[in-house]
């Protein structure tokens, strides 16, 4: 009877535990702010709506017939910051409702260039980094010389002796499977169930220290959820406030978000690196415009942005299976997660299903389209018409 009695006393204790556990668990998403004067992108009405594209790799199209039969919930573009090109899907293919100018979306693996953004933001304010060579500098250092002494040692035999230089260009050389299929050996799913979705199981620190390095001679392209989850370990132990806050007071306030947005959190209340950002397409833009311009002076140095774009020649290897062979305008290569293509100086970042902050350094354009792909028949070289489509707008839009 005694020992009964014990038994049920241990388990009530651990039930008493999770649930204290789960009741101090943050919501999936946290809000961020807009700051209290947005930055203003001029709307004259002169908006271009017919404009010949891509429906697929051989057939030209008009912008009107791409946005349909591609399943683009919103195609949103501004040039010299003015809207020239804005276009809805008539019906609710993306989640959330009613596709349009004040509706909040789901950004997927875009995310990871918010990310990137926000590290260069605390590398700046930490060690008061200004030029390309200063950060080329701290870059060099491994991983664990950013973090805490705990989580330094938890990391030992994971990600601690990793390069932040190949954590951001996904060369971590860290084993991880990214695809969904099969989805018992699908390490994203692991993270989602284990890290992302309430309720977590896992701190970010303790489920990331189960995996090892390869330890292949070079540092391959993987692409890799966690890798992007690391970066924003690294931004928590470096930043004076917490990511979120950081993320809130810097990159969201320097964009002049005319909006709040929200992003979803780990167990401990700090951004999903790779993923899980929702907001209007049209701060969506104001990102893509902050970047294009490399911060507009307003706190992240100008370096940074140049680093993290940087089309370098090693940057494009061992990314065959990323391109396309079909189209040579579709050769990509990864930067600091951003992707990029060769011999070309437009940037991009890119989430599953067709999302796309498109940037045009020298047309002084941005294009966010925001697509459906997971719910309308399309080709399997549909990024590629996505980004020859991109380019046919910038070529009319110079006219």
């Known amino acids: 009877m005694k020992v009964r009695r014990f038994l049920i006393g241990v388990v009530l204790a ?68 003015t809207v020239r090109v804005e276009l809805y899907h008539p019906t609710d293919i993306c989640e959330g409702g009613k596709n349009g100018i004040d509706k909040m979306y789901g950004v997927a693996s875009m995310a990871k260039s918010l990310t990137s953004t926000l590290l260069g933001q605390a590398l700046a304010e930490r060690y ?20 805490g002494l705990r989580n330094r040692m938890t990391l030992a035999e ?53 995996y090892r390095p390869t330890r292949h001679r070079v540092a391959r392209f993987n692409y890799s959820a966690l890798d992007a989850a690391m970066a ?68 992240i140095p100008a370096a940074w942005f140049d680093l993290a774009t940087a089309p370098l020649k090693s940057r494009f290897e061992g990314l065959g299976d990323e391109s396309d ?5 579709c050769r990509l290569g990864y930067g600091y997660f951003w992707w990029l293509r060769k011999n070309r100086s437009d940037y991009f970042a890119y989430g599953r299903f067709g999302q796309f902050i498109h940037i045009y350094p020298q047309d002084n354009v941005v294009i966010v389209q925001l697509s459906a792909w997971d719910t309308v028949p399309v080709s399997s070289h549909a990024r590629c018409i996505a980004l020859k489509t991109h380019d046919a707008i910038v070529q009319r839009l110079d006219r």
């Open 158 to 210: 994971s990600y601690s002796t990793v390069s932040l230089d190949h954590l951001l260009l996904m060369r971590s050389d860290i084993q991880w499977r990214e695809g969904y299929w099969p989805a018992m050996l699908s390490d994203s799913i692991a993270f989602d169930n284990q890290v992302r979705t309430p309720p977590r199981m896992r701190s970010l620190i303790g489920f990331a220290s189960r």
């Open 232 to 299: 924003i370990a690294v931004t928590r132990d470096v930043s004076f406030l917490p990511p979120l806050k950081a993320f809130e007071k810097g990159v969201w306030a320097m964009i002049g978000a005319a909006h709040s947005a929200s992003w979803n959190v780990d167990i401990g209340g700090d951004p999903i690196g790779p993923c899980c950002f929702k907001a209007r397409i049209d701060d969506l833009a104001r990102f893509g415009d902050f970047v294009l311009h490399k911060g507009q002076g307003k706190g």
């Open 128 to 147: 008061h980094l200004r030029t390309r060579a200063e950060f080329e500098a701290i870059v060099r250092r491994s991983v664990g010389s950013f973090l």
């Open 325 to 329: 062979a079909a189209d040579a305008s």
């Open 14 to 81: 651990a039930v008493a535990l999770v649930s204290q556990s789960l009741a101090n668990e943050p919501r999936k998403a946290l809000p961020i702010a807009a700051p209290p004067q947005p930055s203003r992108l001029h709307d004259h009405g002169n908006h271009v709506n017919h404009i010949d594209v891509w429906c697929s790799l051989e057939t030209r199209c008009d912008i009107q017939q791409y946005v349909q039969q591609m399943g683009v919930c919103g195609l949103y573009v501004i040039k010299n910051r």
